[in-house]
T-cell receptor
Framework: GQQVMQIPQYQHVQEGEDFTTYCNSSTTLSNIQWYKQRPGGHPVFLIQLVKSGEVKKQKRLTFQFGEAKKNSSLHITATQTTDVGTYFCAPNTNAGKSTFGDGTTLTVKP | EAQVTQNPRYLITVTGKKLTVTCSQNMNHEYMSWYRQDPGLGLRQIYY???????DKGDVPEGYKVSRKEKRNFPLILESPSPNQTSLYFC????????????FGNGTRLTVT
C-alpha cells in the first residue's frame, strides 16, 4: 500500500519563528490535501494541491507540491499562538482509500 | 448549516456489547468515511463508501461493520467491541472522493473496558 511519511512528528517554536512540515510519499500522487486539527477538535481542510510544482499561499501559510508529485510541504511564517495544532497531509492515489500522514504537532511558546 | 453529525460524543462500554456510532451529513455528499485516531498513529481509515450501497474496507477494518442504505447516513457498527478498539473516531464526508475536501464530524471518544 501507499506509504506516507510526515516529518517532524513534533515541533516546538517560539512565537514569531517559522515552521515547516514535510510529507513524503513512496508513490506519485494525484493530489494532496492538508488539514489542521486544533487540540480537542476535528481535522479541518486547509488546501488541496493538484499540479506538479504548485505553490499556494494563505496569508502566512505556504503550501508546495513537488515537481515529481511525491512530496509536499507546509510552511508557516512568523508563527502565532493561534497556529498551534496538528497538521496532516492527506495524499490521494487510489480510488476511495484515503491515507493521512501521522501529523506534525506544533506548539508555540508566547 | 452544512455539517457532519456524529453521535454520541462520548461512549463507555464493556467488552462484547454491540454498539453503533451514527454519522449523518446534510450536504448531499457521495463519499463518506470512518477513521480512528490513536496517539502517534494519525488518522487511519476504517471503512469508506463511494455512494449508496457501495462500501469498502480501509486500512483497519477488522472488528467493524458499516452500511450505506441512504446517502446521508453512514453508521459504524462494533458487533463485539474489545479494549483495543478504545479510540477517537471520526466520520467524514466529501462531495466526491477525487478532488473535494473532507468535512469531519466532531468525533466520538469510545472507551471499551
Amino acid at each position: 500500500g501507499q506509504q506516507v511519511m510526515q516529518i517532524p512528528q513534533y515541533q516546538h517554536v517560539q512565537e514569531g519563528e517559522d515552521f515547516t512540515t514535510y510529507c513524503n510519499s513512496s508513490t506519485t500522487l494525484s493530489n494532496i490535501q492538508w488539514y489542521k486539527q486544533r487540540p480537542g477538535g476535528h481535522p479541518v481542510f486547509l488546501i488541496q494541491l493538484v499540479k506538479s510544482g504548485e505553490v499556494k499561499k494563505q496569508k502566512r501559510l505556504t503550501f508546495q507540491f513537488g515537481e515529481a508529485k511525491k512530496n509536499s510541504s507546509l510552511h508557516i511564517t512568523a508563527t502565532q499562538t493561534t497556529d498551534v495544532g496538528t497538521y496532516f497531509c492527506a495524499p490521494n492515489t487510489n480510488a476511495g482509500k484515503s491515507t493521512f500522514g501521522d501529523g506534525t504537532t506544533l506548539t508555540v511558546k508566547p | 448549516e452544512a455539517q457532519v453529525t456524529q453521535n454520541p460524543r462520548y461512549l463507555i462500554t464493556v467488552t462484547g456489547k454491540k454498539l453503533t456510532v451514527t454519522c449523518s451529513q446534510n450536504m448531499n455528499h457521495e463519499y463518506m468515511s470512518w477513521y480512528r485516531q490513536d496517539p502517534g498513529l494519525g488518522l487511519r481509515q476504517i471503512y469508506y463508501s463511494m455512494n449508496v450501497e457501495v462500501t469498502d474496507k480501509g486500512d483497519v477494518p477488522e472488528g467493524y461493520k458499516v452500511s450505506r442504505k441512504e446517502k446521508r447516513n453512514f453508521p459504524l457498527i462494533l458487533e463485539s467491541p474489545s479494549p483495543n478498539q478504545t479510540s477517537l473516531y471520526f466520520c467524514a464526508s466529501s462531495l466526491n472522493f477525487f478532488n473535494s475536501p473532507l468535512h469531519f464530524g466532531n468525533g466520538t471518544r469510545l472507551t471499551v473496558t
